[in-house]
């Protein structure tokens, strides 16, 4: 699990298509203390570390993550959002992040709101459920709250603020309109929607 507090910014320095895509991905961790094995989310995703070396650490990203995940991120030179799991005894700064991806959004808007930006997405209408005013959603690993949620023909807009340290720490401040969008739901929706839906079977 993740809290979707972003601590460091990857970039990728190989991706090499195997049996999987393989990717090494450089990093300011201490790779000391990351084991083979471990877990550290990448841009909103869950990966593996396969192998590390004193400044990068490997991931395979299978086909099916690459197909179900936002494009242009699995290529050379792709900066990605690093996150290492939570620990028992850390503080949970953002919200509960599992690392796996429920959507593609996109960036259909983004505009200057004080020193903040705010950035407006859109996502299929079947995860209208699970996205509500003042909740809280990740997008490519950073959690953040929404300010509005509205239905419209195309599928469901939300919009987020990003503020200054957040475009600054991630790659959030780099977006653009037609930017595509790793999005995970809280978890606690997911759940709720499992059982409202199980209860009317």
């Known amino acids: 699990m993740f809290t979707g507090i972003v601590t460091d910014l990857g970039t990728v320095m190989c991706a090499e298509q195997r049996g999987d895509l393989r990717l090494q991905v450089r990093t300011a961790y201490d790779l000391a203390t990351v084991d083979l094995g471990a877990s550290i989310s990448c841009s909103g995703v869950c990966l593996t570390v396969v192998d590390k ?44 992040v599992t690392g796996h991806v429920d959507s593609v959004g996109e960036v259909i808007d983004l505009r200057p709101e004080g020193d903040s930006h705010r950035i407006d997405v859109r996502v299929g209408s079947e995860l ?17 709250t929404v300010n509005e949620v509205s239905d419209k023909d195309d599928g469901t807009h939300f919009s987020v603020n990003i ?15 037609g930017r595509q969008l790793n999005v995970e739901i809280d978890v606690i929706a997911r759940y709720l929607d499992r059982m409202i839906a199980a209860r009317a079977q």
Do not use: Y
């Open 128 to 144: 209208a459920p699970a996205i509500a005013r003042k909740g809280s959603i990740s997008l490519d690993g950073v959690s953040l």
């Open 163 to 177: 503020i200054p340290h957040t475009a600054q720490e991630t790659t959030l401040g780099d977006l653009t309109p």
């Open 53 to 96: 070396g004193q400044d990068w650490f490997a991931v395979d990203v299978s086909a099916e993550t690459v197909s179900r995940t936002a494009a242009d991120m699995w290529r050379e030179g792709a900066r990605l959002n690093l996150e290492r799991p939570l620990r028992m005894g850390d503080e949970v700064g953002g919200h509960i």
